[in-house]
């Protein structure tokens, strides 16, 4: 086989012609990462305040992380789940007693579309057990507008947006949406078929919303009076990421189990892995009411009901041991509460044109911009680009990398150990590039 024409192939020419178009890629090249900060194959440094969408909690290249998982591989890489290695159950136990504070089990996975999938097949489960009077399983789960849970089959038809949906019917059955924080619609919403609500504590992907502590009580007390499960999707917002280990105690704004507000399940993924593909799923230890012979929740999900070939393996669980022990030791949770509000702060000192609404928790930051503004001064209106893309890439270029979400909101992701000088540095390059697009009016 000649390789010689691929050798000569600029990266544009090796994505163009090898890699599946299903990303609408930005042109930056990375080749290496230290902390906040990645060079591209020119050389050229940037200042990754996306995080690789959430995910690299410790920035790039971290010791801990990559010296746990240097150490576990020379040892054992990989064994079957039909075997019990150690540094899975302990990192169960971490899971269990240092970040939730609940009793419960969890289940590993790869990724956060694997740990939704498992919530699914959860409330399916407990719909077969907690029946509709008739005796039939109930399946409904309820959803919220711009939630965002994956891209498997089961996880568009449960986000609801419908830009996800296309081109994929027929959908998995089982699925309603309702506006989000909207109280009274979810209590008039319960229906005999419902049998779970899952939502987002903070929206990653629908722009940054915030739920409301009305909304979380409401959730949980809906929950406690239909027989409901719980569940919550902290893929993006957990782990640190609002300033709290628990995304939903940092919306919440106090102690979830005085408020009665305790979920029956959480999925995990991005930020718990610091980089290494991983997902998780944590059960509440409690009792079935009308059991059936059936076992505690925890539980419910029994040998060969569900599994995955590579979760939770030992290489796996040695390196999000690290991960999470460095946030739990260092306090990164507290940390990102700080720099979450000086980031913020500095936002507003910086009068950034465009800007309508900067939201969101700890270092999980939405600016939300005025894209009839944005659109006329990028020229993108030919293009039908987004606003959102249309500054992120005028932002690339800068060598600042942040986030889109949906068409007017702009992602701030920084690593939970991110730095005041490192926010100070983004603040700058944001309001220097924002105002010379705006000095083109």
Not at 22 to 29: D, E, K, L, N, P
Not at 97 to 121: H, M, Q, R
Not at 128 to 133: D, I, R
Request: proline share 5%; with cysteine.
């Amino acid at each position: 086989m000649d390789t010689s024409s691929q050798i000569s192939m600029t990266t544009d020419e090796l994505f163009e012609n090898y890699v599946a178009p299903t990303y609408g890629r930005f042109r930056v090249a990375p080749v290496r990462g230290q902390g906040c900060w990645l060079w591209d194959e020119a050389g050229k440094k940037y200042l990754d305040f996306g995080g690789g969408i959430a995910v690299c909690s410790l920035g790039h290249a971290p010791a801990a992380l990559s010296g746990a998982i240097a150490a576990q591989a020379s040892s054992l890489i990989h064994c079957s789940n039909l075997y019990q290695a150690p540094n899975l159950g302990k990192l169960a136990r971490l899971l269990v007693d240092d970040v939730i504070g609940l009793p419960g089990k969890v289940f590993f996975c790869n990724s956060g579309g694997e740990a939704n999938e498992t919530l699914y097949k959860l409330a399916r489960r407990y719909g077969t057990v907690q029946t509709k009077a008739n005796g039939e399983p109930r399946t409904e789960i309820l959803t919220f507008s711009n939630s965002f849970h994956g891209r498997t089959m089961a996880g568009i038809a449960a986000t609801a947006q419908e830009k996800v949906k296309a081109g994929f019917g027929p959908l998995v059955e089982g699925f309603r949406h309702l506006p989000y924080n909207d109280v009274e619609a979810l209590r008039t919403a319960v229906s005999e078929d419902t049998v779970a609500i899952l939502l987002e504590a903070v929206q990653g992907e629908g722009g940054i919303h915030v739920a409301s502590p009305e909304f979380l009580k409401t959730v949980a007390e809906v929950c406690r009076e239909h027989d409901l499960l719980f569940l919550l999707d902290e893929i993006q917002c957990g782990m640190g990421r609002t300033g709290h280990l628990r995304g939903w105690e940092t919306a919440l704004g106090e102690d979830p189990v005085s408020a009665g507000v305790v979920p029956d399940a959480v999925s995990w993924a991005k930020g718990i892995g610091g980089g290494f593909p991983f997902g998780a799923v944590w059960f509440h230890r409690r009792g079935i009411s009308n059991p059936k012979n059936a076992p505690e929740l925890c539980d419910l999900m029994g040998p060969g009901s569900h599994g995955t070939t590579y979760g939770g393996s030992p290489l796996a669980s040695a390196a999000v041991t690290a991960v999470v022990q460095e946030i739990l030791q260092k306090d990164l949770a507290g940390h990102a509460a700080a720099m979450g509000d000086y980031l913020r702060t500095k936002l507003a000192q910086a009068e950034l044109p465009f800007v309508r609404q900067v939201r969101g928790l700890g270092l999980m930051v939405g600016i939300v911009v005025d894209t009839d503004a944005v659109v006329a001064l990028t020229n993108s209106q030919e293009t039908g680009t987004p606003a959102s893309i249309a500054l992120v890439d005028a932002l690339n270029r800068a060598k600042l990398l942040t986030v889109p979400a949906g068409t007017d909101v702009i992602r701030l992701l920084p690593p939970l150990n991110v730095t005041e000088a490192e926010i100070d540095t983004a603040v700058f390059m944001l309001k220097t590039t924002f105002e010379k697009l705006a000095a083109t009016a």
